[in-house]
């Protein structure tokens, strides 16, 4: 029986900047906006962590029964590993997913954006089928696509929306640029995970690419995000601001440019997930402040 310290590996907490940066960047930009609404934020924040965590154990659930998992570098997967049964597992993601929606139809009627509901489940059923269902779309190189959707525009511009109503251009740029760096933790994983995917048939955009393109790959992801924060800077000088995170997008590209595999990969993912958030607290801050300026 897996300990509580399993369970929290489990749930990859390497990976939550993905669910806090594009909150972050919503609100900023919702702040900017003219609009306080603190309540709707964490609700907003509810969702995306409960999303992240239960679609972490419907990858551990999917992939430990097909055995993608049984030979693995990085970190603890409960079904491969056969610390939890894997009913177990799935349940406790439905439970994250029904979170995840308890939480999204509350904020849906705060805001009144009722068509959000038609999102919410499509996020939800993107969570399950990543590496669910018969034909998993994340084995068939299309798992960056769709955490750029989800992560970027779906989270952001979806937190803009129940807040303080249609985005403006800076939410663009704010939802590219999380999206992106998102799809760069993504990266960093299947980068990893080349060989062992290769062997069990997950054909992740990584292992269709191949190594020396994915490095690139990633590479151009973390690099964007910077070359959009200086466009943004012509509207509002604020938004430079996130270029203050350029120091800490060097040392991971360097590493993954220099050859750099397995657990050496894992600190790169991290490290990726730090710049994420480090961008994502900037961008929001310059976003708030460049409409006062």
Do not use: H
């Not at 129940?162 to 999206?179: K, M, Y």
């Amino acid at each position: 029986m897996a300990t509580l310290s399993e369970w929290v590996q489990g749930a990859r907490p390497r990976t939550l900047p993905t669910a806090v940066s594009p909150v972050l960047v919503g609100t900023g930009v919702a702040v900017g906006a003219g609009t306080v609404a603190p309540g709707r934020a964490l609700l907003a924040l509810l969702v995306a962590v409960a999303l992240v965590v239960g679609v972490n154990y419907a990858n551990d659930y999917s992939d430990g029964i097909r055995g993608t998992d049984d030979d693995r570098v990085g970190p603890l997967r409960l079904v491969g590993s056969k610390l939890a049964a894997a009913t177990t597992v799935r349940a406790v993601a439905f439970g994250c997913f029904a979170v995840a929606g308890l939480a999204g139809l509350t904020l849906v009627s705060l805001s009144r954006q009722w068509w959000l509901i038609a999102v919410g489940a499509l996020c939800i059923a993107g969570a399950w089928f990543y590496t669910g269902g018969s034909r998993p779309y994340g084995y068939a190189g299309l798992g960056e696509v769709a955490v750029f959707v989800f992560f970027g525009p779906v989270a952001v511009l979806g937190t803009v929306l129940t807040q303080s109503g249609p985005p403006n251009p800076l939410a663009v740029v704010g939802a590219v640029g999380v999206g992106l760096l998102a799809c760069a933790v993504l990266v960093a994983n299947n980068l990893r995970d080349i060989p062992t995917d290769t062997v069990a048939g997950k054909r992740t955009l990584a292992v269709v690419l191949g190594d020396t393109d994915t490095r690139r790959l990633y590479v151009a992801l973390v690099a964007i995000p910077f070359l959009l924060s200086a466009l943004a800077g012509l509207r509002g000088w604020p938004m430079l601001l996130a270029l203050l995170a350029l120091p800490l997008a060097v040392p991971p590209a360097r590493q993954v440019l220099g050859g750099a595999d397995g657990r050496a990969l894992v600190r790169v993912l991290g490290a990726t997930g730090v710049l994420l958030l480090a961008w994502s607290v900037l961008t929001a801050v310059g976003a708030a402040v460049t409409a006062l300026v």
